[in-house]
């Protein structure tokens, strides 16, 4: 499938679990087109490089930089960014309840490139403890919080669902 | 930044990916994880006519093990070969490397072929493959071929890979028997680059030390067996011999140092180690 540099070309995908499509040149990054195209700005761009970790989303339940994914190369993916966390009830999910509880962000810019690396490491991680947040948290640049309060924040949220998953 | 325009394809199998490659050679850049290439293209470091992305060939997504090596095929994501290594330990140099191989987030896409085609001198995948003597397998529409990573690396940036090539796989040797594996690392933050990264590698007939981020590619040197001031003496003639360079992070002589000073604890605890296994 060859898909041409000055043409727009139509693609869809699952953006918080719903279907949306949108058009773009090959050259698109995923993180403007879904800020642009499909209007989901709590996709931040800072570096554009995936230094900073701003732009993080999911893609098929995996963290990863929207800056440097092309728009078409998720064509057809399961797509997830902050505005998916809290969507339909309008309250917090767990892990946004204990970053506000925590005081886990200032400006906020940084926050929903880390929420997103958050659920996906929350999910896959057993018993987290700081070493293995901090490493985590390493793929992001925060110039507010100095990260204190984002690590007890995330490990709450782990400790809460070791808890969980010990009394089930 | 954004990127400058290219045409894109999505190939579907192997085949596909080296007859394009001999149609447009050095105007297409194959795209895998493009957690190098999309943050090149986007700062406009390079260019590219046409992108071909082979992340979705089932046939290149495949980890395996046959004999004493372990076989990576071009799509499979640096994450994924982390949990293999992690779970069964089959490579333990790899498993050691993995925290220091950027974040979290990038070894979510980036490919472990796909750090090894960018051959950054600095990076961690270049730096095991050459230190353990693994193979990178090219394959074209006029043919296949094996190269030794000493081979491969050729420079800054550089490798033997000819134009309309892709790097099929990587192997890697499994762990040997009596041996003992180390990698440390010195960086601005972790995950960042290395200013010097060692991977170390001791058994009771050798002794081999791997050093990033200071020469112009992966250099492996063998060393003395038996610890002590020998160790020292050859890691001083290595330090000078890799052409260290100052840059906006790091001092040359700096960079020497720590080759030097991590070097010599390194080599010290692997062969204490070994010798009480």
């Known amino acids: ?168 | 930044m954004k990127p400058a325009p290219f045409d894109y394809i999505r190939a579907d199998s192997t085949e596909e990916v080296v007859q394009l490659l001999s149609e447009y050679g050095e105007d297409a850049r194959i795209l895998a994880g493009g957690q190098s290439l999309m943050a090149a293209l986007n700062m406009r470091l390079t260019q590219a006519r046409v992108l071909i992305d082979i992340s979705r060939i089932e046939a290149l997504s495949g980890i395996s093990v046959s004999g004493n090596t372990l076989t990576v095929g071009a799509a499979v994501t640096q994450a994924a070969l982390e949990k293999v290594v992690r779970d069964d330990n089959c490579v333990p140099l790899l498993a050691l490397a993995f925290p220091h191989l950027g974040h979290f987030q990038t070894r979510n896409r980036g490919t472990v072929c796909g750090s090894i085609a960018y051959a950054d001198a600095s990076a961690e995948l270049p730096l095991c493959l050459a230190t353990l003597g693994g193979i990178v397998r090219l394959r074209s529409r006029r043919r296949r071929r094996t190269l030794a990573a000493r081979e491969f690396f050729r420079g800054v940036l550089t490798t033997a890979r000819e134009a309309d090539e892709l790097i099929e796989s990587v192997q890697f040797p499994l762990a040997a028997a009596r041996t003992r594996y180390g990698f440390e690392e010195v960086s601005m933050r972790h995950g960042d680059f290395a200013l010097v990264a060692l991977a170390g590698m001791v058994s009771h007939s050798e002794t081999r030390l791997g050093v990033g981020g200071v020469a112009d590619r992966p250099w492996v040197e063998a060393l003395p067996c038996n610890g002590g001031a020998g160790l020292e003496d050859a890691l001083e003639r290595l330090a000078w011999q890799l052409g260290a360079r100052d840059d906006q992070h790091a001092s040359a002589r700096y960079r020497r140092h720590l080759v030097r000073h991590m070097g010599k604890a390194l080599i010290t605890r692997l062969v204490i180690e070994n010798a009480g296994q």
Do not use: W
């Open chain 1, 1 to 168: 499938m060859k898909l041409l540099r000055h043409e727009r070309h139509t693609l869809t995908l699952l953006l918080n679990g719903t279907q949306r499509s949108g058009t773009c040149e090959p050259r698109t990054l995923l993180s403007d087109f879904l800020r642009y195209e499909l209007g989901a700005t709590g996709v931040h761009v800072g570096c554009e490089h995936g230094v900073c970790g701003a732009c993080t989303i999911t893609i098929d339940g995996v963290a990863q930089r929207s800056c440097l994914t092309l728009a078409v190369a998720a064509d057809g993916r399961d797509v997830r960014t902050v505005e998916g966390l809290a969507r339909d009830s309008g309250k917090l999910s767990a892990l946004q309840a204990a970053f506000r509880r925590h005081h886990a962000l200032q400006c906020g810019f940084c926050t929903p490139g880390i929420l997103m690396s958050c659920v996906d490491f929350l999910s896959r991680a057993r018993s987290p403890g700081e070493t293995e947040v901090r490493e985590m948290l390493s793929g992001h640049l925060c110039r507010c919080t100095g990260y204190t309060n984002i690590v007890a924040a995330v490990l709450e949220v782990a400790a809460q669902q070791t808890g969980e998953a010990s009394d089930a």
